[in-house]
C-alpha cells in the first residue's frame, strides 16, 4: 500500500429492511470517523437476500431505501463508494473460485447455516457432519434447502476478498463468516501465491451494544420477531415513544447503571449515546426521579435524534435520480477495484486469458 493509500473498509448489509437504533449506535456513529481513516465500500447485498423466501418486488423497493436510509443516517456518498452487489461483476465469479477450495463440512458446520435450516425443519445429523446429511423432522413437501443457503458463506467471503478489504464491520452472528473468509484467503494465497489480504474485524470507537426493549438480555435486532423490542430508523414518534414507555425495567425505582438492572442500563447506554453523557451525568440528573420521568427523557432524546433522519429519508426516497446517481457512481468505482482483483485472481486459477 503506498503512503497516500487509505486502508478499505467494506460494510455489507442486506436490503431486508430498516435500520435499528441498535445498528445506529453500534455502527452508523462510528462511520463519520471510519470516512476519514479508510476509504470505504459499502454494498447492498441483493445476492444474498435471494438465499430465502423472498418477493422480488419487496427487494427491490428495499435496495432502494437502504441506500437512503444510509445518506439520510449522514453517510455521504461523495466520501464513499455506495453500490449494489449484483451491479459489479466478480463477486458470483469469485464466489464460484473459492467454492472450489472450500470443503463442504466447513459450509454445514456453520452455525447461522444450521440454524437457518432447523427453521426449514432440517436437523444436521450430527455423527455425520462432513456428508450432506440432513435429517428432515417436519412435513416431506417442504424437504428442501436451497444450495445457495449453504454457499453463502462463499458469497460473503468472495464479497470481502474481491476489494481486498483490510476491515470488516460484523456483528457477532458474521465472525464465524468472517473466519471462514480469512482460511479461503489464506487457503488461496498458499496454493497460489500471495493475492488476498487477510481481512480483520472492524471495531469502531462508540461500540456500545443495545439489547432489546422487550428483554434486555438479547441484542436489540432487527430480525427479532418481537417488533417491540427493536427501535427502528424509521418508526414513528409514536411508536417509538410507546416502545420505549413500556421497555422492560425491573421492579425497583433507582435510576443506575448496573448488572442488575439490565433493562435500566441499556436506557442509560441509549441515552449516553445519543446526548454524550455519562453514566454518572445522567444518574445524578434522575436522581430522585421515577421510571417513568427517566423513559419518557430517553423517549424524547431518540425522537429529536431521528426527526431529521426520518425527514431526509423521505425527501430522498422522492428523489430516485439522485439515489440512482449514487449507486451508478458507487458500483464505478467498486467495479474498477473488483476488476483488477478479479484478473489478478483468474490468472493465478490458471483461467486462459481473455482474448482482447
Ligand atoms: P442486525 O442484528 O440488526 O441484523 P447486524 O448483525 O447485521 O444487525 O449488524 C450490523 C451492524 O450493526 C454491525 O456493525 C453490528 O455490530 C451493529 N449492531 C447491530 N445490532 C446492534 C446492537 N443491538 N447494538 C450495537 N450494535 C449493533
Ligand atoms: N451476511 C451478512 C449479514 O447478514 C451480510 C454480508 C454479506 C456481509 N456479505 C458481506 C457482511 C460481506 C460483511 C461483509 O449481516
Not at 48 to 61: F, G, M, N, Q, W
Request: glycine content about 6%.
Amino acid at each position: 500500500m503506498s503512503k497516500d493509500q487509505k486502508p478499505v473498509v467494506l460494510t455489507c448489509a442486506q436490503p431486508t429492511g430498516q435500520l435499528t437504533l441498535g445498528n445506529y449506535i453500534g455502527a452508523v456513529l462510528n462511520w463519520e470517523k471510519m470516512l476519514q481513516d479508510y476509504e470505504c465500500y459499502f454494498g447492498i447485498v441483493d445476492m444474498h437476500a435471494i438465499t430465502v423466501d423472498y418477493k422480488p418486488s419487496e427487494l427491490r423497493k428495499n435496495t432502494l431505501s437502504c441506500v437512503a436510509q444510509y445518506i439520510a443516517c449522514g453517510l455521504d456518498p461523495e466520501k464513499s463508494h455506495q453500490f449494489i452487489q449484483s451491479h459489479v461483476t466478480g463477486h458470483a465469479e469469485l464466489a464460484w473460485i473459492l467454492s472450489c477450495i472450500c470443503p463442504i463440512g466447513e459450509l454445514q458446520r456453520m452455525t447461522q447455516f444450521k440454524e437457518k435450516a432447523a427453521k426449514l425443519g432440517f436437523q444436521i445429523d450430527k455423527e455425520s457432519e462432513n456428508n450432506l446429511k440432513l435429517e428432515h423432522t417436519g412435513a416431506p413437501s417442504q424437504a428442501s434447502i436451497n444450495a445457495g443457503l449453504l454457499y453463502y458463506p462463499i458469497l460473503m467471503a468472495a464479497d470481502i476478498l474481491l476489494y481486498n478489504a483490510d476491515r470488516v464491520p460484523v456483528g457477532e452472528d458474521q465472525k464465524q463468516h468472517l473466519e471462514l473468509c480469512r482460511d479461503l484467503a489464506n487457503r488461496f494465497n498458499n496454493k497460489y501465491s500471495d493475492t488476498f489480504t487477510i481481512p480483520e474485524p472492524f471495531i469502531g470507537t462508540t461500540g456500545a451494544r443495545i439489547m432489546s426493549l422487550a428483554d434486555p438480555t438479547k441484542k436489540m435486532s432487527k430480525s427479532d420477531v418481537n417488533r417491540n423490542g427493536t427501535l427502528f430508523l424509521l418508526d414513528e414518534p409514536s411508536i417509538l415513544k410507546k416502545k420505549i414507555m413500556s421497555a422492560v425495567t425491573d421492579s425497583g425505582s433507582d435510576i443506575i447503571a448496573s448488572d442488575d438492572k439490565p433493562g435500566i442500563q441499556n436506557l442509560l447506554t441509549i441515552l449516553g449515546s445519543l446526548t454524550g453523557k455519562s453514566n454518572q451525568e445522567l444518574e445524578d440528573k434522575f436522581s430522585g426521579k421515577g421510571y417513568g420521568e427517566f423513559k419518557k427523557s430517553v423517549s424524547e432524546s431518540v425522537i429529536e435524534k431521528l426527526e431529521p433522519i426520518q425527514k431526509r429519508y423521505h425527501e430522498l426516497m422522492t428523489d430516485k435520480i439522485y439515489l440512482e446517481s449514487v449507486l451508478k457512481s458507487g458500483a464505478e468505482a467498486a467495479q474498477k477495484r473488483a476488476f483488477k482483483i478479479l484478473s489478478k485472481v483468474s490468472r493465478k486459477s490458471g483461467y486462459y486469458e481473455r482474448i482482447r
